[in-house]
């Protein structure tokens, strides 16, 4: 269930007529009073139903569902939070179209409600103010005012239990969103965060102790490659060299066969994300590198959207330089292989200075002479709307990484999420990503965190920090998880200079790994993704549900929670640990399927 956009249904949607009669007769009973709801499959693998409300038709609603809110549960909004009042017209249509729904199925079966974030949560405070007989769960991935408050550089989880809550939300002006948020937690039968460090987080900031800890999971099949993906890594680090001859032309005096090429990709959240420390860390590592003499160079990508204009004159330059070059040598070698050829055919030693005459000489020179460069590769590829204030090129300028012949460590940083079919580097990220050696994400507030997942599902190592969900879930499950190409770095108990060189050491000792030493990384590295499947981790949302469904209609419901409540991820150090979960582990009193019908907002 989920908010209608236009542009995004016709798309990502195939529309369908609902397999399911209580639900149809409650998207009518909302359509024939005013209200536009919409049903269909998504475009994506597994092809769920979704149930899609136009949030722009129920607006004329607003004034009164918020006089609703008020008198419900003491909450007032904001005329100008616009996030805030789609919230409260989503969560509004959802309460009732929920009431619709029981109504229409008279308790067989019952409905589990799984609300994600805030901006959901408002249809379950109206659910449970209104009485309507379900079974809700909520999770939050982060709660809102840690993020703002690592946002603004506060020393967040030292200080957790010293924050005045309602002040700093004040402060913030986000106070009405911090009572949607706090007040959808305490509602709910069963509250769930994506991480342990999440579930400290969410029990200082808003007062209740995580009921199950629900690890976000991948679909490994998707990214899976079997013994294709060290070839797939060749494949695609082929195209990521060609990008770099296009961009360094004039400047390319280091061997690409001894390139290694870091990435670092997400939001565009500077201090959350660690873009900061990875960036002082490159500064250090380009000094170890140089002050060793090593023969290696590193080029580091930062695939992270800002606000730009357009590509870059001189990025667009450079690749249009690089296949003029490529073109020409085309030519001269397709001449030279028919001279060489027909020389041969004769059976004549071919004269070496006769199979090259004066034009191929005068042509070599002319590419060779559109190489020359006066001015630095540049380290970003779009013109920046706000390039003097932008924190990435500030620190790059305050660090002198300017992509200098005698720098180890070049940047190229692309505003922009990446796409097959841009003109510069015409690469999805999938791509991307199995072409390059390291993923870099020292996150200072990352409450779970895909990108390093995504990397080790695809065998390519990465660095996290302990102050991550999916780093603190690897130092709980891998004994040594540096030893398969996941680098931990300690963000909570050391200083930031302390982690600093931590980042920095990881990186100089990746760099004078062999070649050998680095497939047989990405080998072990490739070995943990069953630890990330869905198979295994969707147990703990399994486990949620059954807890809801106990809590919720605890006549019909009951759990053993003595013997089958799940190992948590805390607490687990193999796959084997953890129970497996079936229908099997919740005794009901009634002989339908309780888990029917689970909504999903």
Same mark, same amino acid.
């Given at each position: 269930?989920g908010?209608y956009y236009?542009?995004?249904?016709k798309?990502?949607?195939?529309k ?7 639900i ?6 909302? *359509? ?14 597994g092809?769920?139903y ?8 129920a %607006? ?5 569902w ?7 549960c ?7 939070? &616009?996030?805030? @009042? #789609? ?7 959802? %309460? ?15 409905? *589990? ?7 959901a949560?408002?249809?379950?405070? /109206? ?9 809700? *769960?909520f999770t ?9 408050l ?6 967040f989880? @030292? ?37 342990q460090?999440?579930a400290v ?6 007062h &209740?102790q %995580? #009921?199950?800890?629900t690890?976000?999971g ?12 060290? @070839?797939?890594?060749?494949?695609n ?10 961009h360094?032309?004039?400047? /390319? ?24 420390l990875?960036?002082?860390?490159l500064?250090r =590592?380009n000094?170890l ?5 090593? $023969? ?28 003029? +070059? ?5 030519f001269?070698?397709e001449?030279?292989?028919?001279? /060489? ?6 059976g004549?030693?071919?004269d070496?200075?006769k ?21 630095l ?8 709307l $706000? ?5 990435? +090129?500030?620190n790059? &300028? ?8 005698? $720098? ?9 999420? =990446? ?6 580097l015409?690469?999805?990220y ?10 870099v994400?020292?996150s ?15 065998g ?7 102050l991550?969900?999916?780093?603190c ?8 998880p ?7 770095? #300690?963000? &909570?108990?050391?200083?930031? #200079? ?8 990881f ?5 004078q790994q062999?070649r050998?030493?680095? *497939?047989?990384q ?13 198979r295994?981790?969707?147990r703990?949302?399994m ?14 419901f009951k ?6 409540a799940?190992?948590s991820p %805390? @607490?687990t150090?193999t =796959? ?7 229908a ?8 339908? $399927? ?8």
């Amino acid at each position: 269930m989920g908010p209608y956009y236009e542009h995004n249904f016709k798309t990502q949607v195939e529309k369908c007529e609902p397999p399911n009669q209580a639900i149809k007769a409650a998207m009518d009973s909302l *359509i024939n009073n005013g209200s536009q709801v919409h049903f269909g499959r998504w475009l994506i693998e597994g092809s769920p139903y979704v149930i899609l409300f136009d949030i722009g038709a129920a %607006a004329w609603n607003l004034d009164r569902w918020k006089g609703d809110l008020w008198n419900e549960c003491s909450i007032g909004l904001p005329y100008h939070d &616009r996030e805030a @009042n #789609d919230s409260l017209i989503f969560g509004s249509l959802v %309460a009732w179209f929920f009431k619709e729904l029981t109504d229409q199925l008279q308790d067989k079966p019952n409905v *589990i409600a799984h609300f994600h974030e805030w901006q959901a949560g408002t249809g379950l405070l /109206l659910s449970r103010s209104r009485k309507i007989p379900l079974a809700t *769960i909520f999770t939050t991935h982060a709660t809102l005012l840690g993020r703002y408050l690592c946002a603004g550089n506060a020393d967040f989880y @030292n200080n957790l239990d010293k924050f005045n809550i309602d002040q700093e939300a004040g402060e913030r002006q986000i106070y009405h969103r911090y009572c949607l948020e706090r007040a959808a937690v305490h509602c709910a039968h069963v509250f769930t965060t994506v991480s342990q460090i999440t579930a400290v987080e969410a029990n200082h900031m808003l007062h &209740r102790q %995580a #009921d199950v800890v629900t690890p976000n999971g991948l679909n490994v099949r998707k990214f899976s490659a079997m013994h294709e993906f060290q @070839n797939l890594h060749s494949m695609n680090k082929a195209k990521i060299q060609e990008f770099v001859r296009g961009h360094f032309y004039g400047h /390319l005096d280091f061997n690409l066969e001894k390139t290694l090429f870091f990435f670092i990709a997400g939001r565009y959240e500077f201090s959350n994300k660690g873009a900061d420390l990875f960036l002082e860390s490159l500064s250090r =590592l380009n000094y170890l590198l140089r002050v060793h003499k090593s $023969d290696v160079t590193v080029v580091v990508f930062f695939i992270m959207p800002a606000k730009t204009n357009n590509f870059n004159v001189e990025s667009l330059k450079g690749q249009a330089v690089r296949k003029q +070059l490529w073109d020409t040598t085309q030519f001269v070698k397709e001449k030279f292989g028919k001279r /060489l050829y027909e020389s041969l055919l004769r059976g004549e030693i071919p004269d070496m200075s006769k199979i090259l005459d004066r034009d191929d000489f005068t042509i070599m020179k002319r590419a060779i002479y559109a190489t020359q460069r006066h001015s630095l590769p540049p380290v970003t590829t779009h013109n920046m709307l $706000d390039d003097s204030t932008d924190p990435i +090129l500030s620190n790059i &300028r305050r660090i002198g990484l300017f992509n200098g012949r005698n $720098d180890r460590v070049k940047i190229v940083f692309h505003p922009e999420f =990446l796409s097959s079919t841009s003109p510069l580097l015409p690469m999805d990220y999938e791509e991307f990503v199995r072409g390059c050696h390291l993923g870099v994400f020292p996150s200072y507030y990352e409450p779970w965190g895909y990108t390093p997942g995504e990397c080790t599902v695809m065998g390519i190592p990465s660095v996290t920090t302990n102050l991550s969900g999916f780093g603190c879930f690897m130092e709980e499950h891998v004994s040594d998880p540096s030893e398969y190409g996941i680098y931990i770095v #300690d963000r &909570r108990f050391r200083s930031a #200079d302390e982690s600093c060189n931590q980042l920095t050491q990881f990186m100089f000792s990746f760099c004078q790994q062999s070649r050998r030493q680095r *497939i047989i990384q990405r080998n072990r590295t490739e070995r943990l993704s069953d630890l990330l499947d869905w198979r295994y981790l969707g147990r703990f949302y399994m486990y949620a549900r059954h807890l809801a469904l106990s809590r919720s209609f605890p006549s019909k419901f009951k759990m053993d929670h003595l013997n089958i409540a799940p190992v948590s991820p %805390a @607490n687990t150090h193999t =796959l084997s640990d953890a129970p497996e979960f079936s229908a099997s582990l919740l005794q009901s009193s009634v002989s339908h $399927d309780p888990l029917e019908i689970i909504l999903i907002c």
